[in-house]
């Protein structure tokens, strides 16, 4: 059910409409955050209906795979132990094997058998085999960041590394998935963290934000790893470089950010209103409080979108991932998946999603906010003399504005979908033809619907007129979606889309699906007789 709710626009203090997808009656689906084992050598697979046999290539998965070390539980799910998988495409028939990440986390944990590393939502407890002295001063020693890189896949000079938002990679042999050494983004260049989403232009570089924080405040960086050769001997960031530097708007309270979006030319690194509040972050441990603790959301200040020397603003707004980013007659159309409320991010506890069905599930889903595709435009030549209140934007296929203010440009949104998405509850994990259509026009998007705590639905979006396809089945959960371009490609959709679907109805039934990307109908599906947990993030890499 979709309720029409009207909540005070914090710039222009007026009431607008936001849709909320509203439902009772959700399935549990605590086995979809439980932990499972591993399976290290390669298994066969039952396949039903026909996978490709043009697919050659690896389907590669990271997300938490291990919730507890003896009697110590995680108590947000962002905090499982990494477990990498693999599904081995060829010739029509696909194995699968996965993977704990050997990190240093993991390896501390299961060697004192509790959790002895903080993650961003579980502070480690202390030794209880220190005298009660020790264990008071060590709540004052501050944290080493945690390498329990769950989030993605990445690659970096053609070599393939695990990643999360911490200084700390994991470099990964993508055949075996075996662990290698341990990469620190500050012995390559001066940052503490990058994200888990770079992007990757057409001559093999790669680009991340990342940032700092010292005497001069917190500053968000640009970064650029130049191309390099596949398969070295070892890891290899040499020649990372900082491109440019953007001061935070508040240098004792950052922004908490996941991604970024680049066009051809441009970078948009996006402000939002989730701070981190530094202060709490140096007294966290002492205070006893996990690092989410230390994020809030903050509606009543702007989203700032930080290019060129003009000022970008919006009302507040929430984002993870962005759609795309491209170049059109003098203005950068930017797409992302947004939301009202950016408090959620803490909110996915092993409480909350784990519980049972009932009223406190139905609870839950229901006070999250739903996100939604919008379109942002940004005038690129803005003139000091354009009159203030004009709508900047002349372009005749958007209904964005872009409004020249006294401190810049203000810009509203054009809802990038009509209302037939909304019995999907909104859309997240989005995806593109990103080897051919990133920071490019496009006109398609892949992506999870969210009718329940996790996705429970495959979306394919056409911009030309808005019009949705989907795939969904009841108790079958999908992870993000991922297109592979057919090699004859002559259309933009003319490939599949990957999907891993689980289940909580059922144990050892999870499956590979594979969709033909133009119709969104099931080609074939790939039956593994294991059980994989709810993950986050991965990637397709071809075989040569």
Not at 240 to 269: G, Q, T, W
Not at 489 to 507: C, L, N, Q, W
Request: proline share 5%; charged share 25%.
């Amino acid at each position: 059910m979709c309720i029409l709710r009207f909540v005070r626009n914090s710039d222009k203090e007026l009431f607008q409409p936001v849709y909320i997808y509203d439902t009772s009656g959700l399935e549990c689906i605590g086995p979809l955050v439980s932990s499972v084992e591993e399976t290290p050598d390669p298994i066969n697979t039952v396949i039903k209906g026909e996978i490709p046999p043009w697919i050659n290539g690896s389907f590669l998965r990271n997300g938490p795979g291990k919730f507890e070390f003896g009697e110590s539980k995680f108590t947000h799910w962002f905090d499982g132990m990494a477990l990498m998988h693999r599904f081995h495409i060829k010739d029509g028939q696909v194995t699968y094997s996965s993977q704990f990440l050997h990190s240093d986390s993991y390896e501390q944990n299961l060697e004192k058998n509790r959790i002895v590393v903080s993650e961003f939502g579980t502070l480690a407890t202390p030794d209880p085999c220190k005298n009660v002295l020790a264990r008071f001063f060590s709540r004052f020693q501050i944290p080493k960041a945690t390498d329990n890189a769950g989030v993605n896949f990445v690659k970096y000079k053609g070599d393939f590394y695990v990643s999360t938002e911490t200084n700390f990679m994991r470099r990964i042999d993508p055949v075996t998935l075996e662990t290698k050494e341990k990469v620190d983004w500050s012995k390559f260049i001066a940052i503490n963290a990058a994200t888990a989403h770079p992007h990757y232009d057409r001559e093999g570089a790669t680009y991340n934000i990342g940032n700092s924080y010292g005497r001069r405040g917190f500053y968000y960086h640009i970064i650029r790893v130049p191309p390099g050769e596949e398969q070295n001997d070892e890891a290899d960031l040499s020649g990372a470089e900082i491109l440019c530097s953007i001061p935070s708007s508040d240098h004792r309270k950052p922004s908490y950010y996941h991604s970024f979006a680049m066009s051809e030319n441009y970078i948009v690194f996006i402000e939002q209103p989730i701070k981190l509040e530094l202060l709490k972050f140096m007294l966290y441990r002492v205070a006893g409080k996990s690092f989410h603790k230390i994020m809030s959301w903050n509606p009543e200040l702007e989203t700032i979108f930080h290019l060129l020397k003009t000022k970008y603003y919006s009302s507040a707004m929430f984002t993870l991932h962005q759609i795309n980013a491209y170049e059109d007659n003098g203005f950068l159309i930017l797409d992302m998946c947004c939301g009202d409320d950016g408090s959620v991010i803490g909110d996915f506890t092993m409480e909350n999603v784990g519980q049972a069905s009932g009223e406190k599930l139905d609870k839950f889903f229901n006070s999250m906010c739903t996100n939604l595709p919008r379109r942002y435009v940004l005038p690129l030549d803005v003139k000091e003399n354009d009159s203030d209140d004009q709508n900047l934007i002349n372009l005749q296929n958007t209904t964005a504005t872009a409004v020249k203010t006294e401190t810049g440009v203000f810009l509203t949104h054009e809802d990038l979908y009509n209302d037939d998405l909304l019995q999907y509850g909104g859309l997240e994990f989005p995806q593109i033809n990103y080897s051919q259509y990133n920071a490019r026009p496009y006109r398609y998007f892949y992506a999870c619907g969210f009718g329940h705590v996790f996705g429970d639905s495959l979306l394919k979006m056409d911009l030309d007129g808005k019009k949705l396809k989907a795939w969904r089945h009841p108790g079958l959960f999908p992870s993000e979606p991922v297109f592979v371009s057919a090699p004859d490609a002559k259309d933009e959709d003319d490939g599949v889309v990957m999907s891993v679907i689980i289940t909580p109805r059922e144990k050892k039934s999870s499956f590979l699906l594979v969709l033909d990307a133009k119709t969104f109908t099931e080609l074939g599906r790939a039956e593994v007789p294991v059980d994989i947990p709810y993950g986050t993030h991965g990637l397709y890499n071809e075989m040569r």
